[in-house]
């Protein structure tokens, strides 16, 4: 599975970026980051330096011996974390869709700008039907209009596509792909958290780890609606299982930090 990675081969930015990223306020004090890099055997002072360099180049602040995100894109991304491990949705989704049209005589983006707008509109849940031409159930709060900061080359549209949904849902999304994923992360979950709730710290730097894959993973969730779902699909299945893993892990980290304060 590609989200599995080896826990020695973290940097000391990655480490630091995932245990803020997920923590609400994303704002810890330095000995609290530089216990938890200390689980991954990085040692204090390459902490302290990555911090430095994550603060010159604008991705965290200092505040009076804590460390928080800096507003911008990490933000941002926190902020869709949160929202994607709640799963919010409109209910009573009346079959509409919308539908985003990136492109406009006159108008021209540069390479850099287009990979901006497409990691926007992707951030947003939408998915390209074809060059250009983006798609998504209406059914996420007041819906993704603004995905695109107000570019004068996007235009918006409510539509009702003719297609069959669920199998325009599987033209735009690999739905298998994700519910296999979701699938290989609950069994990994389900081997952790035991040892995690009988306060096995040994499991601290593998349960750090699958924490942040199932958070990545996450956010992958398009969020369909239930009609255009396939039958068994396990993502009410998989927060749920992590509502339990994560409580174990923040209950035995928090125990380890307090030790080791």
Request: proline letters at 6%.
């Amino acid at each position: 599975m590609s989200q599995r990675r080896n826990s020695r081969s973290l940097t000391a930015r990655s480490v630091l970026l995932s245990v803020l990223l997920g923590t609400d306020p994303p704002h810890l004090p330095v000995r609290v980051l530089v216990r938890t890099t200390e689980l991954f055997g990085i040692a204090e002072g390459t902490t302290r330096t990555a911090l430095s360099r994550m603060a010159a180049a604008g991705e965290v602040e200092a505040d009076d011996g804590s460390y928080a995100l800096a507003a911008g894109r990490l933000l941002a991304r926190q902020a869709r974390q949160t929202a994607s491990r709640a799963a919010h949705t409109r209910p009573g989704w009346d079959g509409a869709w919308v539908q985003a049209v990136v492109g406009a005589p006159g108008v021209r983006r540069t390479a850099a700008d287009r990979a901006t707008l497409r990691a926007e509109l992707t951030g947003a849940r939408l998915a390209e039907l074809r060059e250009g031409v983006w798609l998504r159930p209406d059914n996420l709060g007041e819906g993704p209009g603004g995905a695109d900061g107000g570019a004068p080359d996007v235009r918006w549209f409510r539509t009702f596509p003719t297609d069959d949904g669920p199998a325009l849902a599987g033209q735009l999304w690999d739905l298998a792909g994700w519910a296999t994923g979701a699938d290989e992360l609950r069994d990994r979950m389900a081997t952790l958290v035991e040892p995690l709730e009988a306060g096995d710290r040994g499991s601290l730097r593998d349960g750090f780890v699958l924490s942040a894959a199932v958070l990545r993973h996450f956010q992958l969730d398009p969020l369909l609606p239930g009609e255009l779902l396939p039958p068994g699909w396990p993502g009410d299945a998989l927060r749920k299982d992590y509502d339990r893993y994560d409580d174990a892990y923040r209950r035995l980290l928090g125990d380890w930090l307090r030790d080791h304060g």
